[in-house]
């Protein structure tokens, strides 16, 4: 993609603009009876609760606490280092400022003006559009009031219980170990019976950039209430945002959809834009975390099983297209989980079939149509000794650094890459074990100089 100052720069932002938008939901009937206008959803919406007041202590906590000072700051050049510095009165007019935004239910447009920059994936030609990944930055004191603001939000969220039980993805104290342990605990308990488990990993295309504005505020209306829901609805809407690259930028354009990236309220607003996202029932599972999405079903019959795995897959389906979000098939998995015989019927979404194969990774690890976890060791070795072997000159036998270094090093760098995950692929068989032993065991000689 050649860049070239001011107007050329259009290309690319009109691109990020298409990719923010959804594909124009209100010209479809079924779209239009879905949502709700704003008299008819004020007239059902909870009442107002206080907002608890920002105080000026809590305000330079959070600056010194949370804002980076170095971190690029947003279209408008004020730095964390800027913030760190404000006099006394400048906290208290900051205070006002907040506090009237929360009164007011109004986002100043200033904060919702977006600056992005690209970068150029790997491995990707720099003439195509798509191989730049576009980073967003935001306003700082937008990001402050963001910060302060999520936290009152957080006690409804937390109270009324609002995120399902089956997204573990933005929540304290649910990890991705932990979603995973509960994934193969039900694979698990079916390989044990003897049952088949039909496990399909589902690829939602764009997930955060194309939530839908109108039907968001729409589902916020029956779980907040009505002051948060118009404030949230302020920071959704009038979004803008224009591309920088060098020392040239685009005009700004319009955002009609997605979450703002760079923003902490965008994951807690995508986890309640799919609450209502069809859950787990009898003999089958339902696994989130962010947007990674993972169905299971379970049966003595693998006929039985596929058809639940394929009757939750309907119903996902059809909810997508409802919130006008996108399943790619193409990019989906299906792995078929047991030990005994079985003829393959493919699993689709719509009208297109979802690839089967023996092996999927899900948030990080490997899993195998038996969970013997032999896929997934031999990977971890082949990226442990790849990553060893571009850090020899660092903490080899020539490396001149001290051992307490290299030790550092190694902790901090090499042993991750294979530690991810043991306490639920610690249990394979002593002969894929011993692959991680004998390469831990060649990279530690190797540190201490031992033969």
């Not at 306003?139 to 937390?158: Q, S």
């Not at 209306?221 to 920088?244: D, K």
């Not at 990236?261 to 989130?288: A, E, H, N």
């Amino acid at each position: 993609m050649a860049f070239q100052p001011h107007n050329d720069i259009a290309a690319p932002s009109s691109d990020s603009e298409n990719e923010s938008s959804t594909d124009n939901p209100d010209s479809e009937p079924h779209s239009r009876r879905e949502v709700s206008s704003l008299k008819t959803r004020k007239s059902r919406n909870i009442p107002p609760v206080k907002i608890k007041t920002i105080s000026p202590s809590e305000i330079t906590k959070e600056i010194k606490g949370k804002i980076k000072a170095k971190k690029a700051p947003g279209y408008d050049k004020i730095s964390g280092l800027i913030l760190k510095n404000l006099p006394n009165k400048a906290i208290m007019k900051l205070t006002a400022i907040f506090n009237a935004v929360i009164r007011c239910k109004y986002i100043p447009k200033q904060w919702k003006m977006a600056e992005i920059f690209t970068l150029l994936k790997p491995d990707k030609s720099p003439a195509e559009a798509a191989s730049y990944r576009p980073i967003s930055l935001l306003p700082v004191i937008g990001k402050l009031f963001e910060k302060l603001y999520i936290k009152r939000l957080n006690e409804i969220v937390k109270q009324n219980n609002l995120i399902i039980d089956a997204q573990f993805g933005f929540r304290a104290q649910h990890s991705t170990v932990d979603q995973l342990h509960r994934v193969t605990k039900f694979i698990e308990d079916a390989l044990e019976k003897g049952e088949y488990c039909v496990a399909v990993f589902l690829d939602v295309a764009q997930a955060f950039d194309r939530v839908w504005h109108e039907r968001l505020v729409d589902k916020l209306f029956t779980m907040l209430p009505c002051n948060h829901v118009e404030l949230l609805s302020s920071f959704l809407t009038g979004r803008q945002f224009r591309v920088r690259y060098e020392n040239s930028t685009s005009g700004f354009r319009q955002i009609r959809a997605g979450v703002p990236q760079g923003s902490c309220l965008s994951p807690l607003l995508y986890s309640l834009f799919t609450t209502d996202i069809p859950q787990s029932g009898r003999r089958r599972k339902l696994g989130v975390y962010a947007d990674d999405t993972l169905v299971l079903a379970s049966s003595k019959s693998y006929r039985e099983a596929r058809h639940t795995a394929q009757q939750h897959l309907n119903k996902i389906n059809k909810w997508t297209m409802r919130d006008k979000t996108k399943l790619n098939a193409s990019k989906s998995v299906e792995v078929i989980c047991t030990n005994r015989p079985y003829i393959h019927i493919p699993l689709s979404l719509g009208e297109d079939k979802i690839p089967h194969d023996s092996v999927a990774k899900y948030l990080g690890l490997h899993l195998d149509s038996r969970l013997k976890w032999g896929n997934h060791i031999k990977k971890k070795v082949a990226q442990l000794r790849l990553k060893f072997s571009n850090m020899q000159w660092l903490i080899g036998r020539k490396s001149r650094l001290s051992l307490n270094i290299k030790l550092l090093l190694y902790k901090s760098m090499l042993r991750p890459v294979w530690s991810y995950g043991c306490q639920l692929w610690g249990c394979a068989a002593k002969s894929n074990l011993d692959k991680i032993e004998i390469m831990q065991m060649k990279i530690l000689r190797s540190i201490t100089k031992a033969r």
